[in-house]
């Protein structure tokens, strides 16, 4: 048996070819309907606009990029918009959530025009809730007229901004815990009153720790409105800076000025600082929602 001198080849290895963008392509088109147009919408909706966001703002160094975000008008823009939008979110919270469990328990006359008018916000343009307010909030308006003899000012000052951001997300949290709360069952609480449970104690021990996800969904939707308001607000307000200019208006102002690449950079630092929050809020949903595995 005579064995070959010829010296063994490795085989060759062959790269794998990544797939192109006609592979992706293709395989998007095999995707049922239903993906295919939640893709497309949610890109010529959503995508491209944040896209396009990102574009302009790039159009800056980051040089001037950190200038124009960490401006001494821009950082006070930044505390009266995200800081009264977070504390009017978490005041709707309370009274939201009681507004949903007076609407849900109790029958009283006028209940359905009351339950209707909560989403008056919702149906009213905020330019013309923005000038109710301000002539009902004035120095002699209705409840204006009331509160100036305690020397307290509410249009065109800061309050009149929480004003108006109260005004204009309240219906979320009460849309969002009311089928929450028509869902619970009552005899839950019946229970914990037989077993010698205070009015107190049932709602702290009972009925809150599975509608406090709700209650914080609620607030985040709340606090995304009253970030992004504008028509209301721009009219209750003085719109003076470093008092009570929020950051909407003052992309506007940018705007104004021709300062497209500034006012591009002001919204992106909006846009990121509201994700950061909402996901803060949405971590506690999820902490929330531990009482619903026990």
């Known amino acids: 048996m005579t064995i070959s001198s010829a010296p063994l080849r490795s085989p060759k290895l062959v790269p794998k070819k990544t797939p192109g963008w006609k592979t992706f392509v293709s395989r998007l088109f095999q995707l049922p309907w239903t993906w ?31 200038a124009i975000a960490t401006s001494p008008i821009a950082l006070d823009t930044y505390n009266v918009t995200f800081v009264t939008a977070l504390m009017t979110a978490f005041i709707n919270g309370v009274f939201g959530t009681l507004i949903a469990w007076v609407l849900v328990r109790y029958n009283f006359p006028l209940k359905r025009l009351i339950d209707a008018s909560v989403d008056l916000p919702f149906a009213l343009p905020t330019s013309v809730a923005g000038l109710t307010l301000a ?70 021990k009972v009925i809150l720790p599975p509608l406090f996800p709700t209650i914080l969904t609620g607030v985040a939707l709340g606090f995304s409105r009253a970030v992004g308001e504008y028509g209301s607000t721009v009219i209750i307000s003085s719109n003076t800076p470093f008092k009570d200019l929020i950051a909407p208006v003052l992309i506007f102002q940018r705007l104004e000025q021709y300062d497209y690449a500034g006012a591009t950079v002001i919204g992106l630092v909006l846009l990121l600082i509201s994700l950061l929050m909402l996901l803060a809020i949405n971590f506690l949903q999820a902490w929330g929602r531990r009482y619903d595995t026990k």
Request: charged residues 15%; neutral net charge; glycine residues 6%.
């Open 36 to 66: 295919r147009i939640t893709l497309g919408y949610l890109t010529v909706m959503l995508f491209i606009p944040i896209a396009a966001m990102f574009q302009k703002a790039s159009t800056k160094t980051p040089a001037e990029f950190w």
């Open 135 to 204: 002539t009902v909030y004035s120095d002699n308006g209705w409840i204006g007229s009331l509160l100036a003899p305690l020397g307290i000012k509410v249009s065109f000052t800061r309050l009149g901004v929480t004003v108006a951001m109260i005004f204009i997300s309240l219906p979320f949290i009460v849309r969002t815990v009311q089928p929450v709360l028509q869902e619970m069952e009552k005899e839950i609480e019946e229970a914990a009153w037989c077993m010698g449970a205070s009015q107190w104690q049932t709602f702290w």
